[in-house]
């Protein structure tokens, strides 16, 4: 076989706590709550005229709310490295798309050749 | 000579019998299981990112176009749409909770929860996008773009790319929120089995994940679609 | 440790544990879906090699004197579908990734077995789409359905086409999902990462990139059915919307897309090039983290498929630096390659001519990438042979020598049959020599001006095509001599034994077929993936 001596098998199942916690129901209706109330505040700060800025604060309130669900009713909050990582990852990625893509956009004339 | 673990024997004969034959023991597949559900969620970030990319690009372009076309949304259709779906991530939140605790009974209440606040949710859609087919808003053949007026939208030219995304972006969103409905229908069936006990309620927690997923693309679609210069500002 | 032997070869291993048809359709065993996967792609590979013949032949003479230009669009664009989409993306991850990370790792099978089942289905049901496309008369847009001309105007079978490709990316989606999983949680006992194979980790970058970039095609080729179909404009002009906005979506997946079909091969390559030297790879920590290196990377380029499309200079300029600086790590690996080699006991068998041939024509194709990421140089070079020529360098000159050596590499544990290895050498040399013959003209060709996907062509060009015709034949007959010895040793080979080349990976320590389970008894693990002791240990068994 492969080798003769056992070692523990702390490299298979390290990280199996995470999803044994259950979350308390407060937390929940605290969450529910908060997002109730941000998706009336964005729909009425909507309505107010922030110039440029309006799109900025309703993204930055979906951010808001979309982390809440994250984190708590996905349970981010409280799972492990591993899983968090991955969340990271498909947001870093998301944003690498739109940005990188964006800097085509946004610079489309700028160095004076036609039609780029 | 081999060292994996034993597993301990389990007090719910559900969990061992649940355990495929692969895995080690019940805590490894239940976190391969829900990586891998998580794997599948960055799958779905970046098919819906696509679309949003289109969204972003366009509206750079055309934002005066895309002002005019979202004042043609109901915003107040839209808010309450929107906690509507909130509420059904809570009970859906709920449902997971309670199959933690072996609560039989809310399990299903709440699962039964859910799939009627999606379903209100889908047939809210399903007006408005009737609502929008009347008024010649879908693009095509008859598409014209007018606001309550009756005077044609502002840069009526570009006004089809943002309902091409609204509806494309929606309809996709919509269209996930169904697939989700019919899975809830088999966890329902499923739990009047008795299939999920504290030891093993993995596929009710993985939808649960999924779930909250489509919640949270809604929570973007919604500013988006329904908030571009509701001040007027822009007119 | 190697084993120095085995008791006596068990009589039932997964190939025989169960018979009959249906036992081999409903299988939840990896191994099997690979053999699965393996009959597809081989299938899809030979009616993609198909087109190319029909390609070839209309290019030996200059007048377009075979076929109409728009029949000859069709060729192009099957053969492009078929050979990137049903070939080169799914075949090493499908085969070798599925029948070997379960064994190199320890482990029973791979995280999500009926899941992988799905995904053979997938791919078949996606590959159906495109064979019936084909035989309603095909596509003619290019394998990259750029638009307006996918949307608007082309006459070929543009819709199913590309729900054919969604369904078969979504295979790729699964079988990344599940590599990933099984990568991070069914190690064998005291396997930590960095005593993993290097085919692993090249598995795990490419499985990066499936998941993260193969939905963005999938949404791409959704709004581009809806265009069509629905005529709800998403990159319509008349409405101001942006083809060129379909590119960078395009090309967002397609350009990872084409470290999802090297990677794999580099870490075939890397397993070849340690075992037939007798010495641990050179730099394993850096070919390990180049791989992820590649994956992350390659993310961040594609831009430079756009430099003459409409893009922005500055955002081209930006692309261009960036592209090469992703080849950094890939050259990386070739120096890592060779230093493996130097010193080592090569010795020159089947699968070690495969890979060290693809350290020559990748490198070739790598460098000639570098020309094209160059703004000026691309704009005189962009969608004329040389473009062709370098990605025909790296993908077939690259991945299908990496395929064909981890096929034979691995042939014997895979069906317990060792081929003959007179026929399979000579065949690897027929191949290189075919190749060359086919795709060095192509470069030459290019850089005089002449265009891709034209049917015919300025008579002054005759000579170098009808070298790359020549050789393309040549080519063709160094493909079909493996599917016939390797075929024949199935029935009439010797058997191999467990470990014939004196390998030190996991996936020799078990039988040649491996039983079903892989492994009488888990593994652990105690020391590094590739041990080689002076006294070397060869043709074990």
């Known amino acids: 076989m492969a080798s003769h001596v056992a070692e523990t098998d702390s490299t298979k199942h390290s990280h199996s706590g995470g999803e044994h916690h259950i979350v308390p129901k407060r937390v929940y209706f605290a969450v529910f709550f908060a997002l109730i109330v941000l998706t009336w505040v964005t729909t009425f700060v909507s309505r107010v005229d922030l110039g440029r800025w309006n799109i900025f604060v309703a993204l930055a309130i979906a951010i808001f709310k979309a982390s809440l669900v994250v984190l708590f009713f996905m349970h981010i909050w409280y799972s492990t490295r591993l899983t968090k990582m991955i969340v990271c990852c498909s947001v870093f990625w998301l944003i690498l798309m739109l940005f990188i893509t964006m800097t085509d956009i946004w610079t489309r004339g700028w160095m004076g050749v036609p039609g780029r | ?235 | 440790m190697i084993t120095a032997t085995l008791p006596e070869k068990p009589k039932k291993n997964y190939i025989n544990a169960t018979e009959g048809l249906k036992s081999w359709l409903l299988t939840y065993d990896h191994k099997r879906i690979a053999i699965l996967y393996l009959l597809g792609v081989t299938f899809f590979f030979f009616l993609g090699g198909l087109f190319a013949v029909l390609i070839r032949l209309e290019l030996a003479t200059p007048a377009g004197d075979l076929v109409d230009s728009n029949t000859y669009n069709k060729f192009f664009t099957m053969h492009g579908i078929i050979m990137v989409f049903l070939f080169l993306i799914p075949s090493i991850p499908a085969v070798m990734g599925n029948f070997l990370i379960p064994l190199m790792i320890g482990a029973k099978d791979v995280a999500f077995p009926r899941l992988n089942l799905l995904s053979w289905y997938i791919y078949m049901i996606g590959g159906c789409f495109v064979l019936t496309v084909l035989f309603f008369g095909g596509v003619d847009t290019g394998w990259t359905f750029y638009t307006p001309f996918s949307t608007s105007y082309s006459n070929g079978y543009v819709i199913a086409s590309g729900m054919g490709i969604f369904i078969a990316g979504f295979s790729s989606i699964l079988t990344g999902l599940n590599f990933i999983v099984t990568i991070h949680r069914m190690r064998a006992p005291g396997l930590t990462w960095f005593r993993l194979p290097l085919f692993i980790w090249a598995h795990y970058a490419t499985s990066m990139i499936q998941v993260l970039g193969t939905p963005v095609i999938a949404v791409t080729l959704l709004l581009l059915v809806l265009e069509r179909g629905l005529h709800i404009g998403f990159f319509d002009p008349a409405y101001g919307g942006d083809p060129v906005l379909f590119q960078h979506m395009f090309w967002f997946y397609s350009h990872p897309a084409v470290y999802i079909m090297i990677l794999p091969s580099m870490g075939v390559v890397t397993e070849i090039i340690t075992t037939f030297s007798s010495k641990k790879p050179f730099g394993y920590t850096f070919i390990a983290f180049s791989s992820v290196a590649i994956a992350v990377f390659g993310f961040i380029v594609w831009g430079h498929h756009l430099f003459v499309s409409g893009q922005s200079v500055y955002a081209g300029m930006v692309f261009s630096i960036l592209s090469y600086v992703v080849a950094i790590p890939s050259a990386i690996k070739v120096f890592n390659w060779t230093a493996t080699m130097y010193k080592g006991a090569v010795r020159l068998t089947t699968p070690m001519l495969y890979a060290m041939g693809f350290i020559g024509l990748f490198t070739i194709g790598g460098l000639t990438g570098l020309f094209l990421a160059s703004l000026g140089m691309d704009v005189h070079l962009t969608d004329t042979y040389f473009v062709i020529a370098h990605f025909h360098y790296v993908m077939v000159g690259g991945a299908i020598m990496g395929f064909l050596g981890g096929i034979h590499y691995w042939w014997p544990k895979i069906f317990g049959k060792m081929y003959n290895e007179t026929w399979s050498k000579l065949s690897a040399v027929i191949v290189f020599i075919g190749f060359n013959l086919t795709f060095f003209p192509q470069f030459l060709l290019g850089y005089m001006g002449m265009p891709r996907r034209y049917h015919a062509y300025p008579p002054e060009f005759q000579v170098l095509n009808v070298l790359s015709s020549a050789g393309a034949s040549i080519l063709g007959v160094g493909y079909l001599l493996p599917f016939c010895y390797l075929l024949w040793s199935l029935k009439y080979g010797p058997d191999a034994p467990p470990n014939p080349w004196g390998a030190t990976t996991l996936e020799w320590q078990t039988a040649s077929p491996p039983p079903t389970e892989n492994f009488p008894v888990t593994p652990v693990v105690t020391q590094e993936a590739y041990t080689y002791t002076t006294e070397e240990v060869v043709h074990v068994g």
């Open chain 2, 1 to 235: 000579m081999a060292s994996h673990t034993i597993t301990p024997p389990s007090a719910a004969p559900h969990a061992d019998e649940a355990l495929q034959h692969h895995f080690e023991s019940p805590e490894q597949q239940k976190d391969a299981s829900t990586i891998g559900m998580w794997v599948f969620l960055v799958t779905e970030v970046m098919f819906f990112g696509g679309m949003f990319l289109a969204y972003f690009v366009y509206r750079q372009w055309y934002p005066a176009a895309f002002a005019s076309a979202s004042n043609n949304t109901s915003l107040w259709i839209g808010a309450t749409n929107t906690t509507v779906l909130i509420c059904s991530s809570l009970t859906m939140a709920m449902a997971v909770h309670f199959a933690s605790l072996g609560k039989q009974k809310l399990i299903i209440v709440f699962l039964l929860l859910t799939l009627m606040l999606g379903g209100t949710f889908l047939g809210v859609k399903a007006y408005e996008y009737h609502d929008k087919w009347v008024r010649h808003e879908v693009p095509g053949h008859n598409f014209d773009c007018r606001d309550e007026a009756g005077k044609p939208c502002v840069d009526a030219g570009h006004t089809p790319l943002f309902f091409a995304l609204y509806f494309g972006m929606t309809g996709l969103h919509a269209t996930h929120m169904i697939v989700g409905a019919v899975i809830i229908l088999v966890l329902i069936r499923n739990a009047r089995k008795g299939l999920y006990t504290p030891a093993w309620y993995t596929p009710v927690e993985l939808f649960g994940l999924y779930w909250h997923f489509v919640d949270i693309v809604w929570i973007f679609l919604f500013p988006l679609f329904y908030l571009i210069d509701r001040s007027g500002a822009l007119k």
